[in-house]
């Protein structure tokens, strides 16, 4: 939805401005200054009230200023309501104030949320009440009927009447009209071949408009109007450098449903003089396009004329998504550290601590986590964090940092939402040393998941934990019980999958499971071929089969990817199983170093005789 996402130039504005002709109206004297017979004349008309009259009067307006006071800022709360995400508090919060205030404005502004939200019943319902209320339609209720037959599908070809529309629409209203144009050609298949060139002909007279050019940009590309589409483009990309969200928005739409335009959108256009974002796009463009080495080469290019911050970090995406040596990526961020704003700083640093978690290299990682400094990622500091504890098996740490992000007012960051948050709780809930009270955390949890509206998109989380926590209490019946559920409710997660496998492969039953265990992970393994945790379960599973020799190379990716204890054991031992021990004997020792199941890393070792020293006790013997 384009209007949905559109800017609110300032909920506080929008709100005040819907009760603007109202508040003029009864509060006309203070529009201008006072003079000198203004004050005569309204000492004349109160001369002959008593002074219990004057007092009513004035007790009078005080309560009018206040209703006023409250409708506003009543209308404000639904604004940012909507900012927020909460779509249908704001729409209720309209459709009330429209009842109290009886308000074309309001009227006009329900109906506009209500259509962008595709809540086409109270749309109706608005539109009803508001001939109601006018029965004599002003120009704002015929401004928005023929909205509403657009979006209902009852415009004709041409689009009659759109002229007359915008030319008695307010500059916020003709924006909010072209958006809604745009989102009618998205959900009205064939609108916009029918009205392509009506459309085309009105955003021209809107050159300065980022809006009209989405608009012009949405019905040239479904018509398959390149040419006018590469134009509109072009116009949008002047008008709104920093790429809004309605812009986003459009791009992507074109991105999926129209990919040869925005390529020669690009061919065609100067990317040296758009602004950096936009040269990101062009970038990210061609990524999607697979034309890697050519983004790489392109970006090159833009950093040698106009060096900038967003562009280095760009480069360093780029360069991660190569597999580039960590150094390389490490060095775009330091330049994109070193040339950005507080806001490009932030931005950098947080690429470069999820960067370093990557390798597990935590010391390099923190370091990044310090440099996030910029307001906008308080949030996204905190979940990295608490991941970062979390992922060092400082449980306590990550559960003090979980709960502290919890109680900022804001749970939404540049990179991370609640939900990641979430997961991050949850997994140090399951790394608890005192498993038991995890339990009955995690089963506080899942029960209020279940009961809450949506509570599904929260359960497979937890009960992934909850069976973590399961294996660590000695009870894989119940670890198993809580996989197939997540399993059942994500049925294409690569996690669960390999989690059940895995943990079937593991249990007291496991030759009974067997073949269900190998196919599963074989599931997992093709949805997911560049996980560590699958690798190691793959090799894992053919080991188990009795095929050694075809387990090594998915244990030594898993090794390479993920080298903790419990990948180390699996490797050793295969290595050991084809004759090569001293190699095993290498791996398990650097496997000790390593955080994870490092309990089963020394069983395994004692079970093929192989002494298990401690730090301690190898520099005691090396200083003999």
């Known amino acids: 939805m384009?209007?949905?996402?559109?800017?609110?130039?300032?909920?506080?504005?929008?709100?005040?401005?819907?009760?603007?002709?109202?508040?003029?109206?009864?509060?006309?004297?203070?529009?201008?200054?006072?003079?000198?017979?203004?004050?005569v004349r309204i000492v004349e008309k109160d001369a002959g009230l008593t002074p219990a009259q004057l007092r009513e009067r004035e007790q009078q307006r005080r309560i009018a200023v206040v209703n006023r006071a409250n409708n506003v800022f009543t209308l404000l709360g639904g604004e940012m309501a909507l900012q927020k995400g909460d779509a249908a508090v704001a729409l209720m919060t309209h459709m009330v104030m429209l009842e109290r205030t009886r308000s074309p404005e309001v009227a006009e502004r329900a109906l506009e949320m209500s259509v962008a939200l595709n809540a086409f019943e109270q749309a109706e319902a608005i539109y009803r009440r508001w001939q109601e209320i006018e029965p004599v339609p002003g120009e704002a209720q015929r401004r928005m009927g023929w909205m509403r037959n657009l979006l209902l599908g009852k415009a004709d070809a041409k689009l009659s009447g759109l002229d007359d529309v915008l030319e008695n629409a307010s500059e916020e209203q003709?924006?909010?009209?072209?958006?809604?144009?745009?989102?009618?050609?998205?959900?009205?298949?064939?609108?916009?071949?029918?009205?392509?060139?009506?459309?085309?002909?009105?955003?021209?007279?809107?050159?300065q408009m980022p809006e009209a050019a989405i608009a012009d940009v949405i019905y040239s590309a479904q018509e398959g109007n390149e040419r006018h589409a590469v134009k509109a483009l072009q116009r949008l990309a002047r008008v709104d450098a920093e790429i809004l969200p309605p812009t986003a928005l459009t791009?992507?739409?074109?991105?999926?449903?129209?990919?040869?335009?925005?390529?020669?959108?690009?061919?065609?256009?100067?990317?040296?003089?758009?602004?950096?974002?936009?040269?990101?796009?062009?970038?990210?463009?061609?990524?999607?396009?697979?034309?890697?080495?050519?983004?790489?080469?392109?970006?090159?290019?833009?950093?040698?004329?106009?060096?900038?911050?967003?562009?280095?970090?760009?480069?360093?995406?780029?360069?991660?998504?190569?597999?580039?040596?960590?150094?390389?990526?490490?060095?775009?961020?330091?330049?994109?550290?070193?040339?950005?704003?507080?806001?490009?700083?932030s931005r950098a640093a947080v690429v470069g601590a999820m960067r370093y978690a990557d390798l597990k290299q935590y010391r390099q990682a923190q370091t990044w986590v310090g440099r996030i400094t910029a307001p906008g990622f308080v949030f996204d500091k905190?979940?990295?964090?608490?991941?970062?504890?979390?992922?060092?098996?400082?449980?306590?740490?990550?559960?003090?940092?979980?709960?502290?992000?919890?109680?900022?007012?804001?749970?939404?960051?540049?990179?991370?939402?609640?939900?990641d948050l979430q997961r991050v709780y949850l997994f140090a809930l399951a790394k608890s040393d005192r498993?038991?009270?995890?339990?009955?955390?995690?089963?506080?949890?899942?029960?209020?998941?279940?009961?809450q509206r949506g509570g599904n998109e929260l359960l497979p989380d937890i009960l992934y934990q909850r069976a973590m926590v399961y294996e660590q209490l000695g009870r894989p019946e119940k670890a198993v019980a809580d996989l197939r559920r997540v399993v059942q409710l994500n049925p294409n997660g690569a996690a669960g999958m390999n989690a059940l496998g895995y943990t079937l492969l593991t249990s007291p039953d496991a030759q009974k499971n067997f073949d269900e265990a190998f196919k599963l992970i074989q599931t997992a393994y093709q949805l997911e071929p560049e996980s560590g945790a699958i690798n190691d379960s793959m090799g894992w599973a053919y080991y188990l089969k009795g095929d050694a020799q075809a387990a090594l190379p998915y244990l030594q990716f898993a090794h390479k990817e993920t080298p903790d204890a419990e990948v180390s054991a699996h490797?050793?031992?295969?290595?050991?199983?084809?004759?090569?021990?001293?190699?095993?004997?290498?791996?398990?020792?650097?496997g000790l170093k390593k955080g994870?199941?490092?309990?089963?890393?020394k069983v395994t070792m004692q079970r093929f005789g192989v002494a298990v020293s401690s730090e301690k006790t190898a520099k005691a013997k090396k200083a003999r």
């Open 571 to 590: 490797l050793g031992e295969v290595l050991w199983k084809l004759g090569e021990q001293e190699q095993a004997k290498t791996v398990w020792a650097e």
């Open 382 to 419: 905190a979940v990295l964090k608490a991941s970062l504890a979390g992922e060092q098996g400082d449980v306590k740490t990550a559960l003090a940092e979980t709960r502290r992000a919890q109680k900022l007012p804001e749970k939404q960051g540049r990179f991370f939402s609640s939900a």
């Open 174 to 207: 003709t924006r909010r009209i072209f958006l809604l144009l745009a989102q009618a050609a998205v959900q009205q298949q064939g609108l916009a071949k029918k009205a392509s060139k009506e459309v085309h002909k009105v955003a021209g007279k809107y050159p």
């Open 2 to 39: 384009f209007f949905a996402h559109s800017r609110l130039r300032a909920a506080v504005a929008a709100a005040v401005l819907l009760l603007a002709g109202q508040v003029r109206a009864a509060d006309q004297p203070l529009a201008k200054p006072y003079s000198a017979k203004d004050f």
């Open 596 to 601: 994870g199941n490092v309990k089963l890393l």
């Open 251 to 345: 791009l992507r739409l074109v991105a999926q449903q129209n990919p040869g335009i925005l390529q020669r959108f690009f061919k065609d256009t100067d990317t040296k003089k758009l602004s950096p974002v936009w040269q990101e796009m062009e970038i990210s463009s061609l990524v999607a396009a697979k034309q890697t080495d050519k983004a790489y080469a392109r970006l090159q290019e833009l950093l040698a004329d106009n060096p900038n911050a967003d562009l280095y970090i760009q480069a360093a995406l780029l360069a991660n998504s190569r597999k580039e040596d960590i150094s390389v990526i490490s060095g775009y961020l330091d330049k994109a550290y070193n040339a950005g704003n507080s806001e490009q700083k």
């Open 435 to 451: 498993p038991q009270e995890a339990l009955s955390e995690l089963n506080s949890l899942a029960a209020k998941a279940a009961k």
